[in-house]
């Protein structure tokens, strides 16, 4: 039976006066986080980061900075580890779970894998510092790393598509509770969203345990909000050697969810 385990799970907050920093200065705090996650890695464990086979960076509103050449997205790891990297945008929010879906069918041979969630203003669009749709944003930097065991097949684990008809939190709700039957799912790990959003996620899932909705103090943190809630939570309740679902839902519809195990040992930290 095949495994998503997730053996680390990083986040750094990024505060308001981030927006005060040039540009230069932008780069070299998210290039020194990166670096701060990735040697964290394994820490005191018989792994770390240099096994990785690919570490992916995704974001939903950094790729405007990158295509700019403001930041170069080459130049934000560490090249001694010679982990291959690569960079995508195009599912917003729920770019990790096209990248799991991604290692799984084109990289069998690679067991360990690294995952980043960027979303850094550092261009200070006021389109992404709060907005309608979503509330008010947060920003910061999540970094993944997982086990993958690929006996059998990754579509029970791993849910992609996009939200059809004119109300995608509704259908992500109706995603979601199918998921949660699928999986057998008893805990669920979802976006933050305003209260007008969630509300029908939520309640249509009262009968999964669902992870904190952290949007009152984190805003919507784009496709990090999932990893929040279980880092946070992780301190209070022991979830090690548990599945839980995470998800995510993107401003255009796609959306991911993944049954994961957590790991027996798994190293979490807010920093």
Same mark, same amino acid.
């Given at each position: 039976?095949?495994?998503?385990?997730?053996?680390?799970?990083? =986040?750094?907050?990024?505060?308001?006066?981030?927006?005060?920093?040039?540009?230069?200065?932008? /780069?070299?705090?998210?290039?020194?986080?990166?670096?701060?996650? +990735?040697?964290?890695?394994?820490?005191?464990?018989?792994?770390?980061?240099?096994?990785? %086979? #690919?570490?992916?960076?995704?974001? @939903?509103?950094?790729?405007?900075?990158?295509?700019?050449?403001?930041?170069?997205?080459?130049?934000?790891?560490?090249?001694?580890?010679?982990?291959?990297?690569?960079? @995508?945008?195009? =599912?917003?929010?729920?770019?990790?779970?096209?990248?799991?879906? =991604?290692?799984?069918? #084109?990289?069998?041979?690679?067991?360990?894998?690294?995952?980043?969630?960027?979303?850094?203003?550092?261009?200070?669009?006021? =389109?992404?510092?709060?907005?309608?749709?979503? %509330?008010?944003?947060?920003?910061?930097? +999540? +970094?993944?790393?997982?086990?993958?065991?690929?006996?059998?097949? /990754?579509?029970?684990?791993?849910? @992609?598509? &996009?939200?059809?008809?004119?109300?995608?939190?509704?259908?992500?709700?109706?995603?979601?509770?199918?998921?949660?039957?699928?999986?057998?799912?008893? @805990?669920?790990?979802?976006?933050?969203?305003?209260?007008?959003?969630?509300?029908? &996620?939520?309640?249509?899932?009262?009968?999964?345990?669902?992870?904190?909705?952290?949007? /009152?103090?984190?805003? #919507?943190?784009?496709?990090?909000?999932?990893?929040?809630?279980?880092?946070?939570?992780?301190?209070?309740?022991?979830?090690?050697?548990?599945?839980?679902?995470?998800?995510?839902?993107?401003?255009?519809?796609?959306?991911?969810?993944?049954?994961?195990?957590?790991? &027996?040992?798994?190293? +979490?930290?807010?920093?």
């Amino acid at each position: 039976m095949p495994k998503i385990i997730l053996k680390d799970a990083f =986040y750094s907050p990024f505060s308001e006066e981030f927006a005060d920093k040039s540009i230069e200065q932008s /780069a070299e705090q998210i290039r020194a986080v990166i670096r701060q996650h +990735t040697q964290s890695i394994g820490a005191d464990r018989d792994y770390s980061y240099s096994d990785a %086979g #690919h570490h992916y960076l995704c974001s @939903t509103m950094m790729d405007s900075v990158f295509s700019a050449g403001a930041i170069a997205s080459g130049n934000l790891l560490e090249s001694d580890a010679l982990v291959s990297q690569s960079f @995508t945008h195009a =599912y917003e929010c729920a770019c990790w779970g096209y990248c799991l879906r =991604y290692h799984f069918e #084109h990289k069998p041979h690679q067991p360990l894998l690294a995952i980043s969630i960027l979303d850094i203003n550092s261009m200070e669009m006021k =389109y992404w510092s709060e907005n309608e749709q979503w %509330g008010k944003s947060g920003f910061g930097i +999540t +970094t993944l790393f997982f086990e993958i065991q690929q006996e059998g097949d /990754a579509a029970d684990l791993l849910h @992609t598509g &996009v939200a059809s008809g004119g109300n995608n939190i509704i259908s992500f709700a109706s995603f979601a509770k199918q998921v949660a039957r699928k999986c057998q799912a008893s @805990t669920l790990s979802l976006p933050f969203f305003p209260e007008s959003m969630s509300f029908p &996620v939520r309640r249509s899932l009262k009968d999964v345990a669902l992870l904190s909705d952290g949007h /009152a103090h984190y805003g #919507h943190a784009f496709g990090s909000d999932p990893w929040i809630a279980f880092i946070n939570d992780h301190q209070q309740q022991d979830f090690a050697d548990q599945n839980i679902v995470f998800g995510s839902l993107a401003l255009r519809g796609y959306y991911c969810f993944a049954d994961v195990s957590v790991a &027996v040992n798994v190293h +979490t930290r807010h920093f």
